[in-house]
T-cell receptor, first 118, second 111 residues
Framework: DGGITQSPKYLFRKEGQNVTLSCEQN?????MYWYRQDPGQGLRLIYY???????QKGDIAEGYSVSREKKESFPLTVTSAQKNPTAFYLC?????????????????FGPGTRLTVL | GQNIDQPTEMTATEGAIVQINCTYQ??????LFWYQQHAGEAPTFLSY????GLEEKGRFSSFLSRSKGYSYLLLKELQMKDSASYLC????????????FGGGTRLMVKP
């Protein structure tokens, strides 16, 4: 089945440690995204990538890093520089909009990783 | 920048109709999305509007007025399983066609 997977579902880390969250998709989507969601709030964009080996900062990129070495994979590293890393992290993917792209270009979300820093 | 507003919480009764509003201010508007998110789960796509008017999909409908910067999601024949957060998101050319999400509206459906 096609879809997006994120692992693990729950992650605990000690303060000061870097941690990497995985995101894999087999939908053949060009674009991938990372969002952060805090309790009772909407999604805020951390990073996004529209093509392999290229990525752009979103609204809250400080303290995070990403890589896009393969089309299917877009891992997110939460570094020790992120002051308040405890949150729900969501990865998404979408086809690219364009002259031959889909009209809707909706984003498909993975199940999320809940990170708790102790 | 972009600004998206929606009510924080709403309560409705099973079997009733509820309307969730979303207002936005943006440059280069290029579509509005509604997502449903159950607690602790991923958002799932509900609807998309880019032209003015009403889009109907079963029990759910979404309306857009670009001149007013306004959209609503209408849920009919409410079921208990409709208890969830509903996220309004706007896509804008000026923001690289990225989505900007509102804070979400938590809907509680009571028997």
């Amino acid at each position: 089945d096609g879809g997006i997977t994120q692992s693990p579902k729950y992650l605990f880390r000690k303060e000061g440690q870097n941690v990497t969250l995985s995101c894999e998709q087999n939908l053949n989507h060009d674009a991938m995204y990372w969002y952060r969601q805090d309790p009772g709030q909407g999604l805020r964009l951390i990073y996004y990538s529209q093509i392999v080996n290229d990525f752009q900062k979103g609204d809250i990129a400080e303290g995070y890093s990403v890589s896009r070495e393969k089309k299917e994979s877009f891992p997110l590293t939460v570094t020790s520089a992120q002051k308040n890393p405890t949150a729900f992290y969501l990865c998404a993917s979408s086809p690219l909009a364009g002259p031959r792209g889909p009209v809707t270009n909706e984003q498909f979300f993975g199940p999320g990783t809940r990170l708790t820093v102790l | 920048g972009q600004n998206i507003d929606q009510p924080t919480e709403m309560t409705a009764t099973e079997g009733a109709i509820v309307q969730i509003n979303c207002t936005y201010q943006t440059s280069g508007f290029n579509g509005l999305f509604w997502y449903q998110q159950h607690a602790g789960e991923a958002p799932t796509f509900l609807s998309y509007n880019v032209l003015d008017g009403l889009e109907e999909k079963g029990r759910f409908s979404s309306f857009l007025s670009r001149s007013k910067g306004y959209s609503y999601l209408l849920l009919k024949e409410l079921q208990m399983k409709d208890s969830a957060s509903y996220l309004c998101a706007v896509r804008a050319r000026n923001a690289g066609n990225m989505l900007t999400f509102g804070g979400g509206t938590r809907l509680m459906v009571k028997p």
